[in-house]
């Protein structure tokens, strides 16, 4: 699979947007890229996912450089409920179905 | 809201002992996931299935040993719990099929052998 990037630890103030970059600068044309987050003393969870286009759900936003190397997920307004670990990931055609988590990034909110 | 419930949620037991993880789903997926994930570190897959009586070795080894008799079922077993063995233990399923899709994780079970 094709690796990513993410920095190790970023932090924000409470109801600022947060930026969270990833690079995956390997990645093929086939593989879409998944954010998935873990709140403390939880299971991961989706956060959203997307193959070229931008995307936006109730949670997030996925912004895709047009090379696809590179992606950003955007949390408009950071609430103390956001302090996480997210996973940028890819998925691709011969991964038979499993998510390969890598460090990620941790966010930290302040009040 | 995703519907996987992982039984016991914490659990310390002594060396030696026999121990099985629970995890179901309700949402009719074929495919379930477990797992392994020390403090602060990455998780690791350890065993998967793609439907009922299917079930494979993840990347990384491990002791235990899973079953998948029902769809909504796919319980870990510890033959014999070791120290080496402490960590927290993730289940997860998907629906299947697509390369987008989605994994749905359960709330974990937190292992403490003595």
Redesign the interface.
């Known amino acids: 699979d094709a690796k990513t990037t993410q920095p190790n630890s970023m932090e924000s103030n409470e109801e600022e947007p947060v930026h969270l970059p990833c690079n995956h600068s390997t990645i093929s044309g086939t593989d879409y890229i998944h954010w998935y987050r873990q709140l403390p003393s939880q299971g991961p969870e989706y956060v959203i996912h997307g193959l070229t286009s931008n995307v936006n759900n109730r949670m997030a936003s996925l912004a895709i450089a047009e090379d696809r190397k590179s992606s950003t997920l955007i949390l408009h307004r950071a609430t103390l409920r956001d302090a996480a670990v997210y996973y940028c990931i890819l998925r691709g055609l011969n991964n038979d179905y499993k998510l390969s988590f890598g460090a990620g990034t941790t966010v930290t909110v302040r009040a | 809201e ?1 519907d996987i419930y992982q039984t016991p949620r914490y659990l310390v037991i002594g060396t030696g002992k026999k121990i099985t993880l629970e995890c179901s789903q309700t949402m009719g997926h074929d ?1 379930m ?1 477990w ?1 392994q994930q020390d403090p602060g570190m ?4 350890i065993h ?1 299935s793609y439907g009922v009586n299917s079930t494979e070795k ?2 990384l080894s491990s002791e235990s040993t899973v079953s998948r008799i029902r769809t909504e079922h796919f319980p870990l077993t510890l033959e014999s719990a070791r120290p080496s063995h402490t960590s927290q233990y ?3 399923s ?1 629906e ?1 099929g697509r ?10 079970t937190r292992l403490l052998v003595l």
């Open positions: 995703a495919k996931y797992y990455e998780l690791h897959l998967y993840g990347d993730l289940c997860a998907s299947g390369r987008g899709e989605t994994q749905y994780f359960g709330p974990g």
